[in-house]
């Protein structure tokens, strides 16, 4: 499969508690995504990294990427009860425009 | 600004028949994305355009049509459906790298 892998599956916390999710993926990548996908809804784009990056920031969001490992990491800092919801990486491996190939996604519960 | 619209929100179909599924966007993007989401598989793309009158085959193509006659339009047909087509229907669109969402349709299909 060429669909990247997230781990873990499903991720339980506490309000204020950091989550941390990664993705494998097994391909070489342009750049890698991370969307956000609330019950019953369409996906939502949260953050991009290239690859010729290793950490990029977006408010209580941080990404890592390792392109040596093949992997990512989506850490969200101090987490709320707002934030469940599942997550998923996607990269593009650069050869075809525009496409993606996702992950099965990571489903966060945030307990208040 | 509606970005992303998808229609119908809910269908359902006897197996054998045929529908068409609308997505239309009014960000003047380039590309548009047709994905079936599964439980426990993820998003998987069926077909996508990179520009008005094209058309391309992503992961899963079999069973589906597609048209792009209009920049802002993108068609996804089922001629014959199966109830292995039953799924939640998502269309994106995007001008190069992020992209946006429609909120799906849910298909069953008996």
């Known amino acids: 499969s060429q669909q990247g892998e997230e781990d873990p599956q499903a991720l339980s916390i506490q309000e204020g508690e950091n989550a941390t999710m990664n993705c494998s993926y097994k391909?070489?990548?342009?750049?890698l995504q991370w969307y956000r996908q609330n019950s019953g809804r369409g996906l939502v784009h949260l953050i991009l990294?290239?690859?010729?990056?290793r950490e990029k920031h977006s408010g209580r969001l941080r990404v890592t990427l390792d392109t040596s490992k093949k992997s990512s990491s989506l850490l969200i800092t101090a987490s709320r009860a707002a934030d469940t919801a599942s997550y998923f990486c996607?990269?593009?491996?650069?050869?075809?425009?525009?496409?993606?190939?996702f992950g099965r996604g990571t489903q966060l519960t945030v307990w208040p | 600004n509606a970005g992303v619209t998808q229609t119908p929100k809910f269908r359902v179909l006897k197996t054998g028949q045929s529908m068409t599924l609308l997505c239309a966007q009014d960000?003047?993007?380039?590309?548009m994305y047709w994905y079936r989401q599964d439980p426990g598989m993820g998003l998987r793309l069926i077909h996508y355009?990179?520009?008005?009158?094209?058309?391309a085959k992503g992961e899963v193509p079999d069973g589906y049509n597609v048209s792009r006659l209009k920049k802002q339009n993108f068609l996804l047909g089922l001629e014959s459906a199966a109830p292995s087509q039953t799924s939640v229907y998502f269309c994106?669109?995007?001008?190069?790298?992020?992209?946006?969402f429609g909120p799906g349709t849910r298909l069953t299909v008996t």
């Open positions: 990294i290239r690859s010729n990056e």
């Open positions: 960000m003047n993007h380039e590309y």
């Open positions: 996607a990269f593009d491996r650069g050869s075809t425009l525009g496409r993606l190939y």
């Open positions: 994106a669109s995007s001008r190069r790298d992020e992209q946006y």
């Open positions: 391909t070489s990548i342009n750049n």
């Open positions: 355009s990179v520009g008005e009158g094209t058309t």
